[in-house]
């Protein structure tokens, strides 16, 4: 499987701020994903990251809210924006390779906004 | 998106006993399943897969079930080690759904010792 890190691994933001995550892969991917964990939660995919294109967002989630890129084949990043303390949480990509359906995760970024 | 619940949220179990964990999805449509296993700080580890077309699929100490009949898939632990212990997610991708995966509440699982 891939080697999936996040940067940073952990950050306290002040409400009103924004911070973005990067998740970078040792090998090419097929598809990236971001995931919300809250505290005690499971997850919840925020979207996809395509490519070379606009980022696929699952409902509840806003590309103004959670702005990602995806320049290339081994990189994504998911800023959170003008954040409050609700947007408290560990947030996870995840990839899968060619050819198959798993998706193995990234350690995740433990986020807490005061 | 469906569903996917489990019926225990929490697991306690000796160390050396077997395990097991269920899972129950909601789409009779969906046709690929993954065990993910959650220690604390760290992000979800795959430990086994199985897709629609099999009801049993087997790893190292691990075995999943899957019962389309009744929609429920369970996590087979045998002779748990305290190593075991974390919150384990099953997950359903749903027919050409771009992979996205639905996942469960989560179940922690502690190992007595």
């Known amino acids: 499987s891939a080697v999936i890190s996040q940067k940073p691994s952990r950050d306290i933001c002040q409400r009103g701020t924004s911070l973005t995550i990067q998740c970078q892969v040792d090998?090419?991917?097929?598809?990236m994903f971001w995931y919300r964990q809250q505290p005690g939660q499971s997850l919840t995919l925020i979207a996809t990251?395509?490519?070379?294109?606009?980022?696929?967002?699952e409902s509840g989630f806003v590309i103004d809210k959670f702005p990602i890129s995806r320049p290339n084949l081994t990189f994504s990043t998911l800023t959170v924006s003008n954040m409050s303390p609700e947007d408290s949480s560990i947030y996870l990509c995840?990839?899968?390779?060619?050819?198959?359906?798993?998706?193995?995760f990234g350690p995740g970024t433990r986020l807490t906004v005061l | 998106g469906e569903s996917v619940g489990l019926h225990l949220p929490t697991l306690s179990v000796q160390e050396g006993d077997n395990s097991i964990i269920n899972c129950a999805y909601s789409?009779?449509?969906?046709?690929?399943f993954i065990w993910y296993k959650q220690e604390s700080g760290k992000g979800p580890q795959f430990i086994i897969d199985?897709?629609?077309?099999?009801d049993k699929r087997q790893g190292q100490r691990v075995t999943v079930l899957l019962n389309k009949t009744v929609k429920h898939l369970s996590l087979q632990i045998a002779a748990t080690q305290p190593g075991d212990s974390a919150v384990y997610f099953c997950?359903?991708?749903?027919?050409?759904?771009?992979?996205?995966?639905?996942f469960g509440g989560g179940t922690r699982l502690m190992v007595k010792p």
């Open positions: 995840s990839v899968t390779g060619q050819g198959t359906d798993t998706q193995y």
């Open positions: 997950a359903e991708t749903l027919n050409n759904a771009g992979n996205m995966l639905t």
């Open positions: 990251a395509n490519q070379g294109s606009e980022a696929t967002y």
């Open positions: 789409n009779s449509a969906s046709d690929y």
């Open positions: 199985i897709r629609s077309n099999m």
């Open positions: 090998s090419q991917v097929t598809m």
